[in-house]
């Protein structure tokens, strides 16, 4: 198996119809974005990348983890926001730049000598298939979750919502199992990007509308109306990114399937 049949890397523009803030927005408006699928990744590839891609600070934190699955979840994790950089910002050496962890475990970029990678944001996601990250600009912020809930996930996503989420949902014509999929991508995405982690009331990300357009859904938020989340569905997993709500692609946003 080629490491390019498991690792799929896409870099994408966008564009805003109104410009703000004091940066150069040709900086700011675009992103990388790398999905690792963890089934056709082979454990020797997964070994090379690791020793190419990830620092001695890194190894050692990874080797701290006491339960071989969060191990191995921040190693797949890692290991996509390196390629994701390196992808963004093609001269960069992915070993001197470091991924720590904020107050709230968000992932930061920290570079341990060498460019400054400051001006950049990371988000991180994975689940038992999938490992994905995104890197962006700071000046812009962003948020991906992949995720693909199992059916005892259903209930503790649904029972919750009220009454005009449920009624909003019920016009979309997806299962059950593709409705909660459909929220629990989103919203974990836009925690992410509010860096509030799911610490909060899940109520306070209920959506304002969600829009079926040709290959994805669009959601805009009651409480956070600067962001809006653009969601796809596959058969290994579902995709979200958040990203500020004037914003959108510059042509069809990354391929998904």
Known sequence: MRLSDAIK??????????????FDLRDVLSATLVVIDLDDLAPEAREELIVQLLNEGELTRRDSFEHARRRDSYTHGRL?????????????????????SGIFEQPILSNVVGENVSNLGVSISHSDRLAAALIFHRGHPMGIDVDLPSEDDVGP????????TREMCATIG?????????????????????????????????????????DHYVLGYRNFAQYQTYVWSGGSGWLAITLPARTRFKNEGPEWS
């Open 80 to 100: 996509a926001a390196k390629i994701a950089l390196q992808s963004h910002w093609s001269e960069i050496d992915p070993r001197l730049i470091s991924i720590e």
């Open 174 to 214: 997806l299962s059950k199992r593709d409705t909660a999929s459909l929220l629990w991508v989103a919203r974990e995405s836009l925690a992410k990007t509010l860096t509030t982690g799911m610490m909060t009331p899940l109520d306070i990300y209920a959506p304002s509308e969600i829009t079926h357009k040709v």
């Open 9 to 22: 890397i896409q870099t994408f523009e966008l564009v805003r119809d109104r410009a703000s803030g004091s």
């Open 157 to 164: 996503v649904l029972d919750g919502l009220d009454r005009e």
